[in-house]
């Protein structure tokens, strides 16, 4: 099974400050045949489901703040909030989907500093 | 509206079943995957199964293989998962949540419906 990992566990940042969250893979999930990375990040609320914020590793989902953006291929993914905003408290999720087996980051919890 | 509605969460005890129901709405439900996703209390998100639109594949993590069963009915727009042999290691909130083609991303989740194995 791929294994996902995530750095830091934690992250408090200013509002309007930059955060960024590191995601590893334990081999690639980039497919050779299209030349796109299975990967993608999620948000989490407290009492909320995950929501999807970036597929592909760096395509952003329909609605989703431009403050956000992934980037990384292979086995090293970032997910970026260039300004962060009260609203943006949650924890975040990596996921690789180049298996059929899925598995998700053990997940980065974001606060305001 | 995409729509999921997780049913079926309860208190079970050790070694006990319980079935989950997940009924969509507001897509063509016989063409998207579904999984179950599983989220322990204070914990992270675990993939717990798959399967493929039509029902022909099937694919689990290691820790409930052997113990439970997902299964769906198209003609009534449902996903389901039986789960048998329960233990404390599977209290959790259960996900249902789809993708539209094997190699893709869940673009919608249900609420969740909360698992709890005690005695």
């Known amino acids: 099974d791929i294994v996902m990992t995530q750095s830091p566990d934690s992250l408090a940042v200013s509002l309007g400050e930059r955060a960024t969250i590191n995601c590893k893979s334990s081999?690639?999930?980039?497919?050779?045949?299209?030349?796109?990375?299975?990967l993608a990040w999620y948000q989490q609320k407290p009492g909320q489901p995950p929501k999807l914020l970036i597929y592909w590793a760096s395509t952003r989902e329909s609605g989703v703040p431009d403050r956000f953006s992934g980037s990384g291929s292979g086995t090293d993914f970032t997910l970026t909030i260039s300004s962060l905003q009260a609203e943006d408290v949650a924890v975040y999720y990596c996921?690789?989907?180049?298996?059929?087996?899925?598995?998700f980051g053990p997940g980065t919890k974001v606060d305001i500093k | 509206e995409v729509q999921m509605v997780e049913s079926g969460g309860g208190l079970v005890q050790p070694g006990g079943s319980l079935r989950l129901s997940c009924a969509a709405s507001g897509f063509t439900f016989s063409s998207y995957w579904m999984s179950w996703v599983r989220q322990a209390p204070g914990k992270g998100l675990e993939w717990v199964v798959n399967?493929?639109?039509?029902?022909?594949?099937?694919y689990y993590v290691d820790s409930v293989k052997g113990r439970f069963t997902i299964s769906r009915d198209n003609a009534k727009n449902s996903v389901y998962l039986q789960m048998n042999s329960l233990r404390g290691e599977d209290t959790a909130v259960y996900y249902c949540?789809?993708?539209?083609?094997?190699?893709?991303?869940?673009?919608?989740w249900g609420q969740g419906t909360l698992v709890t194995v005690s005695s």
């Open positions: 996921q690789q989907y180049y298996s059929t087996s899925f598995t």
């Open positions: 081999q690639s999930v980039l497919s050779r045949s299209n030349n796109q990375n299975y």
């Open positions: 399967i493929k639109y039509d029902g022909s594949e099937k």
């Open positions: 949540a789809r993708f539209l083609s094997s190699g893709s991303y869940y673009d919608h």
